[in-house]
């Protein structure tokens, strides 16, 4: 399987933010990545609806929404409505994680859970069958440019082998420290969906680096 890259758009620059949405646009990514911070589930704050409402109106890409906020179920018919394709919320941030799945899909939105580095994959056994999307945290959430931590892959690993069996529809995502030799390891263990943020804007030429992810 070919892979889809996500350029995260918490590394972009935001005085230029439609010049960057732009060359997303004509670039071989395949969705663009929205970490949406609180500064309560995560450490920092970042952007929240009327910025995805206004990169919708320019982005040619589906919008992948990351939700690292408590209480996501509240927001979630605000994010749909602002444009986005596929919602991702936290397995840590939700006390009821079938209703909250339920409540995206209702709103006619691919529906994704992350697990953070400490949080096994084995908890996704119940509601594995519904999901289009797991999102594997491969740092700890809440900063850009962190180091990649290794036991991703053999979670990685794990969850193919559930997703094999139970959902084969189901897409892995990481997001954390994603580059060319990360992003190859990851894809050669099972890996579909590769998120990256400061390895794609901050180098030289972001839709060159996005080629290159895309033919890991």
Do not use: W
């Not at 935001?14 to 949405?21: A, Q, R, T």
């Not at 018919?77 to 899909?105: D, M, N, P, W």
């Not at 082998?161 to 189901?170: F, T």
Request: with cysteine; glycine share 6%; proline share 5%.
């Amino acid at each position: 399987m070919v892979p889809i890259i996500a350029p995260s758009i918490l590394s972009a620059d935001f005085n230029n933010l439609g010049k960057d949405i732009e060359m997303i646009n004509h670039s071989d990514a395949g969705y663009i990545h929205f970490d949406v911070m609180d500064g309560v589930f995560v450490p920092n704050i970042s952007f929240g609806i009327p910025v995805i409402e206004h990169v919708k109106k320019i982005a040619q890409k589906p919008l992948d929404v990351h939700l690292m906020i408590v209480n996501p179920d509240g927001l979630i018919k605000a994010f749909a409505k602002a444009g986005a394709s596929i919602i991702t919320v936290h397995y840590e941030a939700c006390t009821h994680l079938h209703r909250t799945i339920q409540l995206i899909k209702k709103q006619g939105v691919k529906a994704s859970v992350c697990l953070n580095p400490h949080t096994p994959v084995d908890v996704l056994d119940d509601i594995i069958d519904e999901l289009d999307m797991v999102l594997l945290m491969s740092v700890n959430p809440g900063f850009g440019g962190q180091v990649f931590i290794e036991n991703t892959y053999k979670k990685v690993r794990e969850l193919k082998s559930l997703i094999n069996k139970r959902n084969p529809e189901c897409l892995i995502e990481v997001d954390g420290g994603v580059n060319f030799e990360t992003g190859k390891k990851l894809l050669e263990n099972g890996v579909d969906v590769l998120v990256s943020g400061s390895f794609i804007f901050a180098s030289q030429n972001p839709t060159e680096t996005i080629r290159k992810l895309k033919e890991l």
